[in-house]
């Protein structure tokens, strides 16, 4: 996947897209991490990427 250069951060959501957030989340170039002991504070498991607007069909 090759995100735009712009696109440093992306954000998690957990298992219903309800929550979102960027806490724990850094760009260590070319990789995008998340820190999970930060991550877990925020989200319950399984929590995902959410994938930028150029990664999402039109229904």
Excluded: C
């Amino acid at each position: 996947m090759t995100l735009m250069p712009e696109q440093t951060v992306l954000p998690l959501v957990d298992k219903s897209s309800r929550q979102e957030i960027t806490a724990g989340v850094s760009f260590q170039h070319p990789d995008i991490i998340a820190n999970a002991d930060v991550v877990q504070q925020y989200l319950s498991e399984p929590y995902y990427w959410r994938l930028p607007k150029q990664f999402k069909r039109s229904m």
